[in-house]
C-alpha cells in the first residue's frame, strides 16, 4: 500500500505543467471503438484509471499500441466479444461509456455495473432512459448491465437531471442511429464539448454541445482522426487550491483559463491574486484569506470535484465559511481526518460549516476517495510538522505523478511503499 509522507509549512512556488483531463479521456477512448479506423489520441492523462480503461477494451479485441505515455493508436476493427467482464473495470465509473458505445456500433452491449469512488448512491437512470429512448431494452442482471437494440432510432431525451455520464453515453449510442436524437437539460461541462468535438472529427454530427440541448444527426459510419484530450480543469484547480492553503505562487501551464473561472472568482473573493494568461493561470497569495459561502453546481458553477480542495482552504481563512454539495451525498469524508489536523469544522445535512483555524498541524490521515485525497495532501502541505497520507491509490486514479509535480513546486513530499521507506523518509524530512 503506497502511503505519502509530508512535511508541510512550506509555501509551494513555481509552474506545473497540467496533464489530459481523465473524465474527458474516458469518454473519448470509448468513442474510439465506435469506428473500425485506427484513431490516435494525444494528450491522455497517465493515471489508472485510463490504464484499466484501455486494457478493458483490448480484452474486448481492441488493438491498443501505446505510443508512448500520453499517446495511444486504437484500432476497434478486430472486436471478438460484446461483454465487458475484465475484472478491474468494476471499480471505474467510466466503464458505462463502453456500454453506450458498445450498443451504438453493435446494437448490443453488456458491462459490468460501474464502480468509482464512494461518494454516493450515483444511480444510472438517466443513462437506461436514453438508451430506451433510442429504442434498446436494457436489463439489469448478476452484476451486469445489459442492452440490445434490432435497431437504433434517433429520439428526444428529457434528461431529469443534468448527468455527465449520462449525457456522454447518449452521445455515443446515438451517434450511429438512424435519424435524430435531441437531449434536453444535457450536461455542459468542458468534457462533453471534448467528447462532442472528438465524434464530429471522426465525422460525426453533433450540434450543441456546451449547452443544455444538444442535437445529434445520426451517420453510417465514423473514420479515423487524430485528436488531442482538453487539459485537466480539476488537476489545475487542485493545484490552484493548492497555493492558496500554502500561501503560494503557483503557475498552472496548459490550461483553458476559461474552464478555471469558477476556481478563479473564488480565490479571488477569499482574497487570492488570480491572473490569467493564454494557455496559464497564476495564482498568489500572501497573508489571510477570508471566509465565503459556495454551492457545488453543474458546469459552469463550482465543481463538485474541487469541493475539498476548497474545503481545505477555508479551514485555514479567517471567519465562518459554508460549502454545500448539491450533487453527491457522501462528499464530506475528509471532515473527519481534517478535524483530526486541528481543523474547525461539521457538516450539517448537505453543508460543511468551517470555521478558519490558524494552523493546522500534521497527523496521519487517509484518502477516502479520489478528490478528498488530494485535499487532504493539501492539508498536509500547508500544515505544520510531518504527516502520513495513506490510501493513495485513490489519489493515484486521477492525478499523474500528483507527488512529482508537488516535489517541482518545492514541497516535501515522498511516496513511500513499506514501513521501512516510511520511517527512512519520516528520518530524512525531520532532518530538512
Ligand atoms: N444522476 C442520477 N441519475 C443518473 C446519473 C446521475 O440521478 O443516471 C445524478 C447523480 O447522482 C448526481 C448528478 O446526477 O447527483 C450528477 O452526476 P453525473 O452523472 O454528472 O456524474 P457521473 O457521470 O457519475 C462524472 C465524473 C465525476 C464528477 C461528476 C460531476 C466521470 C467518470 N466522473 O460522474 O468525477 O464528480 O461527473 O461532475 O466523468 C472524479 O473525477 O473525481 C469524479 C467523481
Known amino acids: 500500500m503506497e502511503r505519502y509522507i509530508v512535511k508541510g509549512g512550506i509555501p509551494l512556488v513555481g509552474s506545473v505543467e497540467i496533464s489530459g483531463a481523465k473524465n474527458a479521456a474516458l469518454g473519448i477512448i470509448a468513442a474510439a471503438i465506435l469506428t473500425e479506423d485506427a484513431v490516435t489520441i494525444d494528450n491522455l492523462p497517465d493515471v489508472n484509471d485510463i490504464h484499466v480503461l484501455l486494457n478493458a477494451i483490448e480484452d474486448l479485441g481492441v488493438v491498443v499500441k501505446r505510443i508512448n505515455a500520453h499517446s495511444v493508436i486504437i484500432n476497434a476493427s478486430t472486436i471478438s466479444k460484446l461483454r465487458t467482464d475484465y475484472d478491474p473495470i468494476k471499480k471505474i465509473r467510466g466503464s458505462y461509456y463502453l456500454l ?3 450498443l451504438g456500433r453493435f446494437h448490443k452491449a453488456e458491462v459490468y455495473l460501474p464502480g468509482g469512488c464512494n461518494i454516493g448512491s450515483r444511480p444510472i437512470d438517466q443513462h437506461i432512459k436514453g438508451f430506451k429512448a433510442l429504442g434498446a431494452n436494457v436489463g439489469i442482471e448478476g452484476g451486469f448491465i445489459t442492452a440490445c437494440a434490432e435497431s437504433l432510432q434517433g429520439g428526444h431525451i428529457y434528461f431529469d437531471v443534468a448527468s455527465v455520464g449520462a449525457t456522454i453515453n447518449l452521445m455515443l449510442a446515438a451517434v450511429l442511429a438512424e435519424g435524430r436524437t435531441i437531449i434536453e437539460n444535457a450536461a455542459k461541462e468542458p468534457h462533453i464539448v471534448d467528447v462532442a468535438n472528438f465524434l464530429n472529427s471522426m465525422g460525426a454530427n453533433i450540434k450543441g454541445a456546451g449547452t443544455d440541448v444538444i442535437r445529434i444527426n445520426g451517420v453510417e459510419r465514423l473514420h479515423k482522426t487524430e485528436y488531442t484530450v482538453i487539459p485537466d480543469q480539476i488537476e489545475a484547480g487542485t493545484f490552484m487550491f493548492a497555493a492558496a492553503a500554502t500561501q503560494g505562487d503557483i503557475t498552472v501551464k496548459n490550461v483553458i483559463p476559461k474552464h478555471l473561472e469558477a476556481a478563479s472568482s473564488k480565490l479571488t473573493e477569499i482574497g487570492c491574486r488570480v491572473k490569467e494568461f493564454d494557455d496559464s493561470v497564476r495564482v498568489y497569495c500572501q497573508g489571510k484569506l477570508r471566509s465565503t459561502k459556495i454551492k457545488t453546481l453543474p458546469y459552469p458553477g463550482f465543481p463538485t470535484d474541487m469541493q475539498p480542495q476548497i474545503a481545505v482552504t477555508l479551514a485555514l481563512s ?5 460549502v454545500t454539495e448539491t450533487l453527491f451525498e457522501n462528499r464530506f469524508k475528509y471532515v ?3 478535524i483530526r489536523m486541528g481543523a474547525n469544522m461539521k457538516v450539517e445535512g448537505n453543508s460543511v460549516i468551517i470555521e478558519g483555524v490558524q494552523r493546522l498541524s500534521g497527523g496521519i490521515i487517509s ?15 500547508a500544515a505544520d510538522g510531518i504527516s502520513v497520507v495513506e490510501d493513495v491509490k485513490y489519489i493515484q486514479r486521477g492525478y499523474e505523478r500528483f507527488d512529482e509535480k508537488l516535489k517541482s513546486l518545492g514541497a516535501q513530499i515522498e511516496r513511500v511503499s513499506s514501513d521501512r521507506d516510511l520511517q527512512k523518509a519520516r528520518f530524512l524530512l525531520n532532518a530538512v
Open 336 to 338: 473527519d481526518e481534517l
Open 318 to 322: 479567517s471567519g465562518i465559511s459554508i
Open 367 to 381: 484518502s477516502p476517495d479520489l478528490r478528498a485525497g488530494a485535499a487532504l495532501v493539501i492539508a498536509a502541505l
Open 100 to 102: 453506450g458505445a458498445l
